[in-house]
C-alpha cells in the first residue's frame, strides 16, 4: 500500500484526496472540538434551567426582540453554525416534538455527558467503550425513572394542576401560575377522549390565541373556538344565541368562467339579464343556507357582496375566509359537518353554540363561538400588559399543555427538583460495581452526568451546589426517593407532598435523546468541511486539501 506522505518527500507530485480550501480535523482533535462546540451550546442554556432560571433576550437582524427562557426557543434564534453545535439543538427540536418541554434539561444533560467523555478520552478510553458504557446506562436509568414514577388519571386534577404549574414555575406565567394552569387542566380534559383504556389528548385541538393589552389574568378559556375575523356586513346581528352553525368550505359566490370561456353581451337587456341571473343563483344560495335553520355562517372562502347583502336581510351572521385549521376546529367544539356544497346542506349538518359573537379584543374584532355542547376544540385566549409579555406567557402555556397532556399519554409522573436524577445516579453507581472493565467508568460518568440538573437548579438559586448534593445524596440513601431541591427554601423536602411534579415521559424523552446525541458526536473522530465552511467549525484546523509544510499528512 502506497503511503500519501512518502510519494510528497520522494519528491513527486503530491496526491491531492481533498480540494483545496476543505479544512479537516482528525482524531482527538475533532473530538475535542465537537465536545467543545457541544458544551458551548449547553453552557448558553444551563442559566435558564429551573424556577431560579435567568431569561436570555435574543435580538434578530431585523431588530426584533425576543425574552425568553424556553431552551428550544433560545436555540432556535440563535443561528448556531458550528456542525456539532448544531446536532445539540436538533436534541432540542427532537425533545420539543416529541414532549413540548424539557428541552433545556435534554441539552444541559448531553452536553454534561460530552464533557464526562472528553475527560475519558484524555485517559485515552476509547470512543466506542464510552458509547457502549452510556447505553448501558441510559437503560438502567430509564428503569429506575419507571420504579419511581406515581400513577396519575384523568380524574386525578390536583395533580394535574401541580404539574402545569411546575411547567410555568421560572416564566413570566409564575406570578398567575394558578389561575392558568387551572386554565389549563380544563383545556386539557375537555379535548382529551378516552383510548383504549389510555386517555388519548391532540393538543392540536387546543388553539392559542393572543392579544396584548389588560393582565395576565384576563387570560380566559372559552368552550369553544376565537376566530380572528370580523362579522363581514354591517347589517348582520352581532350577537347570536343559540346559534345553529353551518360550516362551508366553498365559496358563496357565482364560479367564474374557467380557461378561455367568455360570455358574450351586446346589448344592455342582455347585461341586466345576465345580471338578474347571478342575483338569482346567489338569493338561492342563501335560501338555501336559511331553509336549513342556519343563523351563523362560517366559509372558508369569499362571500360575494350581494350574498353578504341577501344572509344580513334574512338576520345571518357571517364570517369569511376563516382558515382551514379553524374550520376544522370549529366542526369538532360545535359537532359541525363542514360542507362542500350548498345545495347538499342539511340540517344534520349544522352545528350548535350557545352564543356567536363578534366582540373587540385590544383593537381587533374577533369572533367569538363559545359555550357549546360537549366541545372537542376550545381557544385559550391569552392576555398580557406588552407584546412580549404575551409571547412568554404563550410559551409557558403551550408547555404547561403539553405537560398535562404527556402525563396523561403514559400515566405517570415523577417527583422534580432534581430528585428523579439523584436517584438514577444513586441507582447507576449501584450498577456500575457490576462491571469489571473499563465500560463501569463510563457508567460512573453518566451517573456524574445526570446530577448536573439538581447542581444547575442550585447553581441558578445562588446556592452551594456541593452542599446541597451531599444533602440529596444522603436522604435518597436513606431511601426517600422523592427528595428533592426546594430552591425557594433551600432545603431538600419530599417533592410529591410539595406539588413538585413532572410526567414521566419527559424524563424518559431527556435522557434517550441526550445520551443518543452525546453518542452520535463521540463517535466522530474526522471533520470533513469544504472550502467557505470552516468558520463553522471553529479555527485550529488543518487544511486537509493542499500540501502542509513538510509534505502530506499520512492519511
Given at each position: 500500500m502506497v503511503n500519501l506522505g512518502q510519494l510528497g518527500q520522494a519528491g513527486m507530485q503530491p496526491i491531492l484526496i481533498l480540494p483545496e480550501g476543505t479544512l479537516r480535523s482528525k482524531g482527538k482533535d475533532a473530538q475535542t472540538n465537537n465536545i467543545a462546540a457541544a458544551k458551548a451550546v449547553a453552557d448558553t442554556v444551563?442559566?435558564?434551567?429551573?424556577?431560579?432560571?435567568?431569561?436570555?433576550?435574543?435580538?434578530?437582524?431585523?431588530g426584533d426582540i425576543t425574552i425568553t427562557n424556553d431552551g428550544v426557543t433560545i436555540l432556535e434564534e440563535m443561528q448556531i453554525e458550528h456542525p456539532a453545535a448544531k446536532m445539540m439543538v436538533e436534541v432540542a427540536k427532537a425533545q420539543n416534538e416529541a414532549v413540548g418541554d424539557g428541552t433545556t434539561t435534554a441539552v444541559v444533560l448531553a452536553g454534561e455527558l460530552l464533557k464526562k467523555a472528553g475527560e475519558m478520552l484524555e485517559q485515552d478510553i476509547h470512543p466506542i467503550i464510552v458509547t457502549r458504557g452510556y447505553k448501558l446506562a441510559k437503560q438502567k436509568a430509564l428503569e429506575t425513572l419507571q420504579r419511581v414514577a406515581s400513577n396519575v388519571g384523568i380524574e386525578d386534577e390536583k395533580s394535574l394542576k401541580q404539574?402545569?404549574?411546575?411547567?410555568?414555575?421560572g416564566k413570566s406565567a409564575?406570578?398567575?401560575?394558578?389561575y392558568l394552569s387551572d386554565l389549563t387542566v380544563k383545556a386539557v380534559r375537555r379535548v382529551s377522549e378516552p383510548d383504549g383504556g389510555k386517555v388519548a389528548v391532540d393538543t392540536e385541538n387546543i388553539k392559542i390565541e393572543k392579544k396584548h393589552g389588560g393582565s395576565i389574568t384576563d387570560t380566559v378559556l372559552i368552550e369553544g373556538i376565537l376566530i380572528d375575523k370580523e362579522v363581514v356586513h354591517s347589517g348582520m346581528p352581532r350577537f347570536v344565541k343559540n346559534a345553529k352553525i353551518a360550516l362551508i368550505d366553498s365559496a358563496i359566490e357565482v364560479k367564474e368562467l374557467e380557461g378561455d370561456a367568455k360570455i358574450s353581451i351586446d346589448s344592455p337587456e342582455k347585461m341586466q339579464a345576465f345580471m338578474n341571473e347571478e342575483e338569482k343563483m346567489l338569493r338561492g344560495m342563501v335560501e338555501k343556507i336559511a331553509q336549513v335553520g342556519a343563523n351563523v355562517v362560517l366559509c372558508q372562502k369569499g362571500i360575494d357582496d350581494l350574498a353578504q347583502h341577501f344572509l344580513a336581510k334574512r338576520g345571518i351572521l357571517a364570517a369569511r375566509r376563516v382558515k382551514k385549521s379553524d374550520m376544522e376546529k370549529l366542526a369538532r367544539a360545535t359537532g359541525a359537518k363542514i360542507a362542500s356544497n350548498i345545495n347538499e346542506i342539511s340540517k344534520d349538518d349544522l352545528g350548535f353554540a350557545g352564543n356567536v359573537e363578534e366582540r373587540k379584543v385590544g383593537t381587533d374584532k374577533m369572533v367569538f363561538v363559545e359555550r357549546c355542547k360537549e366541545p372537542k376544540a376550545v381557544t385559550i385566549l391569552i392576555r398580557g400588559g406588552t407584546e412580549h409579555v404575551v409571547d412568554e406567557i404563550e410559551r409557558a402555556i403551550e408547555d404547561a399543555v403539553k405537560d398535562v397532556a404527556a402525563a396523561l399519554e403514559l400515566g405517570k409522573m415523577v417527583p422534580g427538583g432534581g430528585s428523579s436524577e439523584i436517584e438514577v445516579a444513586r441507582a447507576l453507581r449501584k450498577y456500575a460495581e457490576s462491571f469489571s472493565g473499563r465500560e463501569q467508568l463510563a457508567i460512573q460518568a453518566f451517573a456524574n452526568s445526570i446530577e448536573v440538573i439538581p447542581r444547575c437548579l442550585a447553581e441558578n438559586a445562588g446556592m452551594d451546589p456541593i452542599d446541597k448534593l451531599a444533602m440529596l445524596r444522603s436522604e435518597h440513601e436513606k431511601g426517600k426517593v422523592h427528595s428533592g431541591l426546594d430552591v425557594f427554601s433551600g432545603k431538600v423536602v419530599d417533592m410529591m407532598r410539595e406539588g413538585v411534579i413532572e410526567p414521566l415521559k419527559i424524563k424518559l424523552q431527556a435522557v434517550k435523546s441526550a445520551t443518543e446525541a452525546a453518542e452520535m458526536i463521540l463517535r466522530i473522530d474526522d471533520l470533513i468541511a469544504s472550502s467557505g465552511s470552516g468558520d463553522k467549525m471553529g479555527g485550529g484546523m488543518p487544511p486537509g486539501g493542499g500540501m502542509p509544510p513538510g509534505g502530506m499528512p499520512d492519511y
Open positions: 444551563k442559566t435558564t434551567l429551573g424556577p431560579k432560571g435567568m431569561d436570555k433576550m435574543l435580538v434578530d437582524s431585523l404539574i402545569a404549574n411546575t411547567a410555568m414555575t409564575e406570578i398567575a401560575s394558578e
